[in-house]
């Protein structure tokens, strides 16, 4: 892939090749638009982007480190491992870089109120948290399921200020959140920003995450030139709507040299149906504002996912990772909820990291993948997000009472 | 001259109102859904507005969600929306059908199998409520090749540039939504409705129909004074649900809605 090629992308009207778009309601339409223009002007405003970097260093704690996991090298018997520890960040995910950003610009357009929607919880943390520190009003949709399974992130949330609306419709997951939020927002779109946590949504939402996520894979680039004197050869993270992943991935596109690897939710197993993998086993279809790979039954109405994890359970993803799939420069895989959880309990036990239960689909294909490569060869985990908001739902698969 | 033309020429030359009400195929079962057609047809319905259930409507709200549950409980599928359609078309060839409903079940058919079968059944106009003008570019030729109406949206945040452009793209009548919201929600404010539509008539020749907030005969005349015609949804649909038990009830608490509105908006004629 060129540089050309990435720079045309996406087009004036959002797309990705065939992938991408703006399909909404015509009552959002002109506030896309405007959202649009205004993050062009402000991407190349210097001062913004001062703001935006000095946020990130100061108040995220960037540079995250890049870290070599010595022992689980040694235990895997492979390719070297190398962790981006954005569970390092502030709020303890990648979702924080993104949510500044956008904080920034609903500041700029004289936004007062901000909505958000969130699965695990880790982008409506991150939200509450620029929204306290801003003063902005903040609304969280959230799954009743969710709800349920994340009930440490739901009370930082409350702590932090925000007030959580409990999504009882559909499936109770994140796609019936990002509905709810979406019909809030058609509501109030004279006061109201929408901050998406992930790279999904109509255009300019799968531009601007990416643009925001972007600096993963631009330090993770820098360092591993200044570490190894090389680039990696492989790249690896999880994917539901896919920010953590198209953040990793972005800066190195026009790498060919470095193999991309997104890893899905197989939950139960692709071949049982009960899984969040619509790169591995669904098909283009439009839902949420973007034409994308979808789970969809044979007549298009969308199909409910199955994931130990609820940041990834959701049965779209983004564009990009759609077009990505298509032109075949990224791989993406699935692996089980229970490799998942062994990936989670082997890097807590062998380098005292404990990640996000997204994140464990992750390191869980990493040590595979690594294992079947040379020892001269580097692969580097995204740790998108750390693992203490997912103790009670390892512990009540545990049976172990908390 | 499409069937949807037709029907609203007529009204205008005898200086009436089109009474346009919606309901979810398939809710609160498959079965009835041509029954109530007929019905809405009686009660003094122009057009009918068929809803296409999917599983993730976000520009509506409780009411129309729930319907589409309903239905999609009872596995209604777009083949069989079009073939109730084609049901209605057996005893009724003048009243105009228009499929409302969101891109997804339409794209799983394929685009051209989709145009070709509900110009078989007898559909008029097509209105796909996540699908602005500027994605249309590969069904909107489909849908011309086959004189079926594309509808678009409206809505107080359009700028008049969009309006040219999305009348530009439509025929048959474009569907004005009365207020940054989603269905069911919120209360119509008549004199702001007002203002727009003579706006948008400014704008374009196209007949324009008012959605969202029409719930009763004085909403249904208050707008109808200001438009072409008016869209009465989730009221409709909120007492399918409330008489779902009883088909007889249904169809005569659905008349009692409808009635007083056709003749409040044909007292505007007088």
Redesign the interface.
């Known amino acids: 892939m060129t540089e050309e090629m990435l720079k045309a992308l996406p087009d004036a009207r959002g797309h990705f090749g065939a992938y991408g778009g703006r399909f909404v309601s015509e009552t959002l339409f002109d506030s896309l638009l405007t959202l649009e223009r205004e993050y062009k002007r402000l991407k190349d405003d210097p001062e913004f982007q001062a703001e935006f970097d000095r946020d990130l260093a100061h108040y995220v704690g960037r540079p995250s480190p890049l870290y070599f996991a010595e022992r689980l090298t040694r235990e895997t018997g492979g390719a070297q491992i190398w962790l981006k520890r954005e569970d390092l960040n502030h709020t303890g995910a990648h979702k924080v870089n993104n949510t500044i950003g956008q904080a920034l610009l609903a500041r700029f357009l004289g936004k007062k109120r901000v909505i958000a929607e969130t699965g695990a919880g880790q982008h409506g943390v991150a939200t509450a948290t620029v929204c306290a520190r801003l003063g902005l009003e903040c609304h969280v949709f959230m799954g009743e399921e969710d709800i349920r399974r994340q009930s440490p992130n739901v009370y930082r949330m409350k702590l932090l200020g925000a007030e959580v609306h409990s999504v009882t419709s559909g499936t109770r997951t994140l796609k019936d959140a990002m509905n709810d939020a979406m019909r809030d927002w058609v509501a109030n779109v004279d006061d109201t920003f929408y901050i998406i946590g992930t790279v999904a949504g109509p255009h300019p939402y799968p531009l601007l995450v990416r643009d925001f996520q972007s600096v993963i894979g631009r330090e993770t680039r820098q360092q591993s030139l200044d570490r190894t004197g090389k680039l990696p050869d492989a790249l690896v993270a999880c994917v539901g709507g896919g920010s953590n992943a198209i953040g990793m991935f972005y800066p190195f596109l026009t790498d060919e040299s470095v193999e991309l690897y997104g890893v899905e939710a197989g939950g139960l197993g692709i071949e049982t149906g009960q899984h969040a993998a619509p790169l591995s086993a669904g098909r283009p279809g439009v839902l949420h504002g973007n034409r994308t790979y979808l789970m969809e039954d044979e007549n298009g109405q969308i199909a409910g996912t199955h994931s130990v994890s609820a940041g990834l359970d959701y049965p779209g993803v983004g564009p990009e990772h759609s077009w990505l799939k298509d032109i075949g420069r990224a791989h993406y895989v699935s692996v089980t909820d229970d490799e998942a959880l062994d990936g989670f309990r082997k890097l807590t036990r062998v380098e005292g990291i404990m990640p996000a239960l997204e994140t464990a689909h992750a390191v869980a294909y990493a040590i595979k993948l690594a294992a079947s490569m040379d020892k001269d060869k580097m692969v580097v985990i995204n740790i998108s997000g750390r693992g203490d908001k997912d103790m009670q739902t390892i512990a009540e698969i545990d049976g172990i009472e908390v | 001259m499409s069937r949807i033309e037709g029907v609203l020429k007529s009204l205008k030359g005898q200086g009436r109102k089109a009474l346009i009400p919606y309901i979810t195929a398939g809710d609160p079962h498959p079965d009835q859904t041509v029954d109530l057609m007929h019905t809405l047809v009686d009660a003094g319905a122009d057009i009918i507005e068929l809803g296409v259930p999917?599983?993730?409507?976000?520009?509506d709200?409780?009411v129309i969600?729930r319907a589409c549950e309903r239905a999609?409980k009872h596995g209604t599928?777009?083949?069989q929306v079009l073939a109730m359609v084609k049901t209605f078309r057996e005893k009724d060839d003048a009243t105009p059908v228009v499929l409302m409903g969101?891109?997804?079940?339409?794209?799983?058919?394929g685009q051209e199998k989709f145009a070709d079968a509900a110009v078989d059944a007898g559909v008029d106009g097509i209105l796909t409520?996540?699908?602005?003008p500027?994605?249309a570019d590969e069904v909107a030729p489909l849908f011309t090749a086959r004189n079926l109406d594309a509808i678009?949206?409206?809505?107080?945040?359009?700028?008049d540039d969009?309006i040219r452009a999305?009348s530009e793209h439509s025929s048959g009548y474009v569907y004005y939504?009365s207020f940054?919201?989603?269905t069911g929600?919120?209360k119509i404010d008549v004199d702001e409705v007002a203002a727009k539509v003579a706006h948008i008539h400014e704008l374009t020749a196209l007949p324009v129909a008012v959605g969202f907030g029409i719930r009763d005969a004085a909403t249904a005349s208050a707008v109808g004074r200001v438009s072409d015609g008016v869209i009465v949804g989730s009221v409709l649909v909120d007492t399918i649900a409330r008489n779902q038990a009883d088909p007889d009830q249904l169809k005569r608490a659905l008349t009692d809605l409808l009635h007083p509105m056709r003749e409040a908006l044909d007292s505007l004629a007088s």
């Open positions: 999917f599983s993730d409507p976000m520009a709200g409780p969600q999609l599928s777009l083949r969101y891109l997804n079940p339409m794209e799983a058919m409520v996540d699908l602005p500027e994605e678009f949206l409206l809505a107080p945040t359009t700028t969009r999305i939504v940054k919201g989603v929600a919120g």
